[in-house]
C-alpha cells in the first residue's frame, strides 16, 4: 500500500512537471511570436509546431488586411488627385475654424501658401464669406454666398456645408470671373449691334421719308439720295456679313483647309486683289518678300481674308500720295507679315483696344466701318497659332504684323 502511494506521488510530480514545463515552452515561444508580429510582420516564421493555428489565422488576417490596406491606399490617391486637379477651391475646417485641409485651387483663390492651422477668417479675409461660414457653424445648413472681390478682381461663389461627424465644415469656392466677364462681353456685344443697326437705319428712314416728301421727283436731289441710300443698304450687309462671319469663327465652325504656302504667292495674291482700290485712292502698293522663306501650313483663302482687311483698312485711313507696304520676312522660326501704311496712324491709348469688335479709333473719321474687322482677323491669325499686334506713330502711319509659325 505504501510503495503504491509513492508510486502515484511520483508519477502525480512528473506529470505535473511535464504539464508546467509544456505550459512553460508554450508561453515562451507565444511571447516570442507576439513580438515577432510586432516587430517583423512581414516575415513570420511558418514551422510553427502546436501553434499552425494561431499562426495561420494571423496570416490570413494580415493578407485581409493588406488587401484592404491597399484599396484604401488607392482610393485615397485617386481622391487626392481629384482634389489637386479640381479648379475649384476645397477647404475643410474643423469645428473651432481651423482650416485642416486646402487643395490647390483653394491656395491659389485666396492666395496663400500656407493656409493649415490658420483659421477661416484669415484664409477668406471677406466679411461676407467667414459670416456665411459662421451661419453654417451655428445652424448646421448649408450655406452659400456670392461676393465681387474688386481689389481681388474676383468674382467668387461660396458653399459652406456642414461636417455632420466633426462639428467641422466643408467649403467650396468657385471662381465665376471669366463666367461673369462673358455675361458682360455678351451683353455688351448685343447692346453694340442693336447700337451699329440703328444708325444705319434711321439714315435710311430720313432718307426715305425725304424721298416721300417730294424729293424723288426732284432731277439732282432725287438720284443723290438714292445713292446714299445705296450705301447704307451696303454698310447693312457688310455688317450682317462680317457678324456672321465673327460668330462663325468664334463658335469654332469654321474649319481651317489648310495646305503648304510659299509666302510670297499669299501676300501676291492679296496684292492683286486689292490693287485697283489702292490705285483708285491714289496710293502705291509694293510687295517686300524675300524668296527663300519656309513655307507655311495655312488656310490661304482666309489668311488671304486677313491681309485684305489690313489693305483696305490701310487704303481707307491713308491720303492720296501715300503708300502701302507688304512685307514678309522670317521671325522666331516663322514667318512674319505685315502691312504698313503712311496714313493717319493710330494713338497709343487705342493700340491695343483695335482687335476689340466694333472698335473704331474715330467713328466720325471712319464714315463706312463697322469695326469688326480687325477682330475678325486676330480670330483667323489665332486659329493659325498666330499673334497679331499694332505698331504705330499717329499722324506718320501704322503698321500691323501677325506671325504664323511653321
Ligand atoms: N491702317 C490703319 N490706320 C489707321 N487706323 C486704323 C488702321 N487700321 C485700323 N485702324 C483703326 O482701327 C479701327 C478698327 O479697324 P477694323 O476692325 O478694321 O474696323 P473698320 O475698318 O470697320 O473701322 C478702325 O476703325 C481705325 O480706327
Ligand atoms: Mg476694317
Known sequence: MNSFLWVSVVVLFIAAAWFAWRYYDLKKRMNSYASLVRAQPNNLPTDLKDLETLSNSIASLKADFEIRLSNLDSQSARLSTVLEQLTDGVLIADAQGQVQFANPAACKLFDTNDPLDHSVAEIVRNHQLIEAWRRCQQTRETQSESVELPIRRQFLQLIVIPDTHEGGSLLLVQDLTRVRRLETVRRDFISNVSHELRTPLASLKALTETLQNGALSDPQAGPRF?????????????????????????????????????????LSSAADRMKMQAERAGLKLTVMCADNLPMINVDKSRLEQVLVNLIHNSVKFTKPGGEIFLEAAPANGGVRCAVRDTGSGIPAESLSRIFERFYRVDRSRTGSGTGLGLSISKHIVEAHEGKIWAESEEGKGCAIYFEIPV
Do not use: F, N
Open 226 to 266: 438714292l445713292g446714299r441710300i445705296t450705301t447704307e443698304v451696303d454698310a447693312l450687309t457688310q455688317m450682317a456679313q462680317e457678324l456672321l462671319d465673327l460668330s462663325r469663327i468664334e463658335s469654332g465652325q469654321v474649319e481651317l483647309i489648310r495646305a503648304l504656302l510659299e509666302p510670297k504667292k499669299l
